[in-house]
Each structure stands twice: as structure tokens, then as C-alpha cells.
């Protein structure tokens, strides 16, 4: 007869939680917390760095706007004093005399 080799025998399986000692938990809780203090400072690091580089971004758009309404209004106040000039110039006929019909568009054009 053989003899058959017996395994040695396994502990029954334990729902209980793994026992770490006090000073290994509270050790873990170091790590886990300067671990979360170190992800949260990335975080708001990271939050600054894209605040900084949209506003680098929206900067010219913003400096052209304000170019464009200074433009637009210098242009205006211009519109307004070639009027008063023109205005000024066809009723005063010391100024200029200009040619009956001056001001109707040609078809020749």
C-alpha cells in the first residue's frame, strides 16, 4: 500500500479584518493623509496654473477689443466733423461753389 501524503492542514478562512497593530494603522493614516494633503495641493497648483494661462490667453482678445471700440469711436467723431465741415461748406458760398447735382452718384461709375 502507498501512503498517501496528507497536506498539511490550512486555517479555516477569517471574515475578521487583518489585524494590524495600533502603531501600523496609525501610521498608514499618516501616509493616507499627507498623501491626500499632497493630491489636493496638486490639485489647486494645477487649478492656478490653467487660471493663469486662460487669462494669458483672453488678454489680447480683451486689449484688441477695447483698440477696436476706441477706433470705432474715433471714426464716428470723425464721420461727425467732415458733416459739419461739408454741412458748413455748402452753405457758405465763399467757401466753395461746387457744380449743380454734386452730390448724385454718377451712372458712369
Not at 498608514?28 to 490667453?57: C, K, S, Y
Not at 455748402?90 to 451712372?107: A, C, E, H, Y
Request: aromatic share 4%; glycine share 4%.
Amino acid at each position: 500500500m502507498r501512503a498517501v501524503a496528507q497536506h498539511p492542514r490550512q486555517p479555516e478562512p477569517s471574515y475578521e479584518e487583518p489585524g494590524f497593530n495600533p502603531v501600523q494603522r496609525e501610521a498608514l493614516a499618516v501616509v493616507i493623509n499627507e498623501l491626500r494633503r499632497e493630491f489636493v495641493d496638486d490639485i489647486e497648483r494645477m487649478q492656478q496654473r490653467i487660471l493663469q494661462t486662460m487669462a494669458r490667453m483672453v488678454l489680447p482678445g480683451e486689449i484688441a477689443e477695447q483698440k477696436v471700440c476706441g477706433l470705432s469711436d474715433h471714426i464716428a467723431l470723425m464721420e461727425r466733423q467732415i458733416e459739419r465741415r461739408l454741412a458748413k461748406a455748402i452753405t457758405d458760398k465763399s467757401v466753395i461753389d461746387l457744380p449743380r447735382g454734386f452730390w448724385k452718384r454718377s451712372d458712369a461709375a
